[in-house]
């Protein structure tokens, strides 16, 4: 009797022609969510079975792969031999020491001597005459004896579906450009977007040495946070100081964020386009701050020249995000209290419907292009 994880996936089996594609970045994902603990993978019609690992690393290996999107439902489960006592051993097992219960069996081998119903039957009744506290009640049951004998002589022995992180393989939608500030918003947008099946590298700048190097460290466990979703990140980190200090020296002040947003993203989009990423995305929520009304939008906005801007928590309110934040694990980091570069020179007054023409006014007091390879020339890339 072997102890062994069965993988079912999720959308995956709705791509047609393209199923196959998105099986193997699928396997090729779990490997790499996998790496450094011993196991086997093995296909078996329509999902996965990790086997062959060290019992007292399961919950290891489980933490993991909730973490895979794609993954639909995950049991641990017995594996033994498809003969009747055998799997009457694992049943016991499995089975809970009181209660209702019932015994659901799928038989894929159609060649094993009992049906379905005749096995549910044979294993439901050995069980009932082993434990008097045990009663059976199809409707109601508090737990199930699940029972599937496959095709290839095994049959596996499990009770329940554990729901799996859903969602598409990472690496099947392309890659995107995350926006990633020390805040709550921006991994959990990373997070929504990842789920898609897209992959995503970070960028994130700071005001060294107005902003302290904790921050920065910060944004590195925020971007490994999201790595461990995406099986790897790169993160680019991009320093800002001169442009606010020119933006302070020369604009008026109350348009400091609004015009640091357009450099962010005119900044992003060329980093993306060094690393292949398709789109950008960021943390905004709709008139959740200053800088997020549509008209603070529609200023950032207009400055990215090809790219489409992914802002996956638009409609979101802070409460759902910080849950969202809470799940993915990247909640207590957020909330260390080190500053982010827009609290840098912020103004008392920042321009909260910003008017166009009024910031490309204060703009054009800038060298922006010259600004923008300054930034470009430090950028530094770290592997997560
Ligand atoms: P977050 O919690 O993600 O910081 P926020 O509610 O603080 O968001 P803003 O500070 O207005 O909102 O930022 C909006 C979005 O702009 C962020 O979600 C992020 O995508 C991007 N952004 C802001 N600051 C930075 C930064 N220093 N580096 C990279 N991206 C940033
Ligand atoms: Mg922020």
């Known amino acids: 009797m072997e102890k062994v994880i069965i993988i079912r996936y999720s959308e995956i089996h709705l791509k047609g022609k393209n199923r196959g594609y998105f099986e193997r970045v699928f396997a090729v994902n779990i490997e790499k969510t996998l ?25 290891t290996i489980l933490e993991r792969l909730k973490r895979v999107f794609g993954i639909h439902t995950y049991s641990i489960a017995l594996k033994v031999d498809s003969e009747i006592d055998k799997i009457y051993a694992a049943a016991q097992e499995v089975c809970g020491s009181a209660g209702k219960f019932k015994v659901d069996t799928h038989r894929a081998d159609k060649k094993f001597p009992l049906n379905s119903m005749q096995i549910s039957a044979e294993i439901g009744g050995r069980l009932l005459n082993n434990n008097h506290t045990l009663s059976v009640d ?25 729901k799996g992180a859903g969602g ?14 020390g805040g709550i918003d921006s991994p959990v947008a990373g997070h929504m977007i990842a789920k ?29 946070v999201l790595a461990k979703y995406t099986c790897g990140t790169k993160l680019c980190i991009v320093s800002v100081t001169h442009i606010q200090e020119e933006i302070h020296a020369k604009c008026n002040g109350d348009y400091m964020v609004t015009l640091l947003r357009r450099f962010m993203m005119r900044i992003a989009e060329r980093v993306a386009a060094k690393c292949g990423a398709q789109c950008l995305i960021t943390g905004e929520s709709l008139g959740q701050v200053a800088s997020q009304t549509v008209e603070g939008i529609t ?59 009024d910031v490309l006014k204060e703009e054009a007091k800038l060298d922006v292009e010259k600004l923008i390879c300054e930034a470009m020339d430090a950028l530094e890339i770290i592997k997560l």
């Open 35 to 59: 790496k450094g603990l011993r196991h086997e993978t093995h296909r078996q019609s329509g999902r996965y079975l990790i086997e062959n690992f060290d019992e007292c690393e399961t919950q």
């Open 138 to 162: 199809v409707r109601n049951p508090d737990f199930i004896v699940r029972i599937d004998v496959r095709e290839n002589g095994t049959t596996l022995v499990f009770n329940e579906f554990l």
């Open 168 to 181: 598409m393989p990472v690496g099947t939608s392309g890659k995107g450009m995350l926006l990633i500030s």
């Open 196 to 224: 898609r099946g897209m992959n995503i590298d970070c960028i994130h700048f700071h005001s060294y040495p107005y902003t302290n190097m904790q921050a920065r460290d910060k944004v590195i466990d925020l971007a490994g």
């Open 299 to 357: 200023s950032s906005n207009s400055v990215v020249e090809k790219l489409p801007v992914l802002r996956p928590l638009c409609g979101f309110d802070k409460d759902e995000i910080i849950e969202r934040s809470r799940e993915i694990g990247a909640y207590d980091i957020s909330i260390q209290p080190y500053e982010d570069c827009c609290t840098v020179f912020l103004p008392k007054h920042p321009v909260i419907k910003p008017d166009l023409s």
